[in-house]
């Protein structure tokens, strides 16, 4: 990661507007939760960011799924050391206003619309955290962190949640082009994988995993080949 880019990472997250970031984030309390996340999103971003930059192509395109301040450092790297065009997406319209008034000096622009209106090809799909969010999809999410019991879990919900998640998984993959590259959280690994199994393309799961900042949920990546990849130490193949 060149000096600059580093440098670009510290300046953004000055410019945050963490009081107006932590209404968004928490009923109460939520500068106190920023003073205490910016360190480690900056931190553990970069680790991350180091990553993608050893697995990406340059001059590439990047579709963002549900992005915010945590993804800042990889959107960062991306464009700035691999001149990659990235196209991080949110609902929270409130978040993507503040983001983007801090990133005013970058090359890129938060996009407050569904990821489902993408255009175009894209080698790199991060997806974190976004299909087991509680808020959104909560039978999901009990699901996902083993949290269902016979006496709450309600499966005609989760069926609707289902079908709005499957919808959104074969939107995005199949403008993945292949070989491809998704980042994703380990929960959501089965989501990924069983779409991969349908359309009868090859992949394989790297076993390193990376912490995350603010959900806490271990992220890991998956690639997507047109030929079963070659052994290797650090990846296991399924």
């Known amino acids: 990661m060149k000096p600059s880019t580093k440098n670009s990472i510290a300046q953004t997250f000055l410019h945050l507007d963490y009081e107006a970031l932590g209404k968004i984030y928490c009923d ?10 910016q360190g480690p999103c900056q931190r553990l971003g ?25 993804e800042l450092p990889m959107l960062i790297v991306e464009t700035a050391d691999l001149d990659r065009s990235v196209f991080p997406y949110s609902l929270r319209k409130k978040e993507v206003a503040i983001l983007n ?26 997806l974190v955290s976004v299909l087991n969010d509680p808020e959104c999809y909560p039978q999901t999410s009990a699901l996902s962190y083993g949290r269902a019991t016979p006496f709450d879990f309600d499966p005609d919900a989760y069926k609707k949640e289902q079908y709005i998640l499957l919808r959104l998984i074969h939107s995005c993959l199949r403008k993945l082009s292949i070989p491809g590259l998704v980042t994703t959280s380990v929960e959501e690994v089965p989501w990924i994988t069983t779409w991969c199994l ?8 790297e076993s390193k995993t990376f912490p ?5 949920d271990p992220l890991c990546f998956i690639h997507l080949d047109e030929t079963p990849p070659p052994k290797a130490s650090n990846q296991k193949e399924l």
């Open 198 to 205: 349908e359309h009868n393309i090859p992949f394989h799961l």
């Open 28 to 37: 109460e309390g939520g500068e106190a939760f920023w003073q205490h996340r």
């Open 46 to 70: 970069k680790k991350i960011a180091s990553h993608l930059n050893q697995s990406l192509a340059p001059k590439g395109r990047s579709l963002y799924i549900g992005a915010g301040v945590a």
């Open 101 to 126: 008034k801090a990133c005013t000096a970058l090359p890129f622009q938060f996009l407050a619309d569904n990821a489902l209106h993408a255009q175009g090809k894209f080698d790199h799909l991060w």
């Open 212 to 216: 995350t900042a603010i959900v806490g």
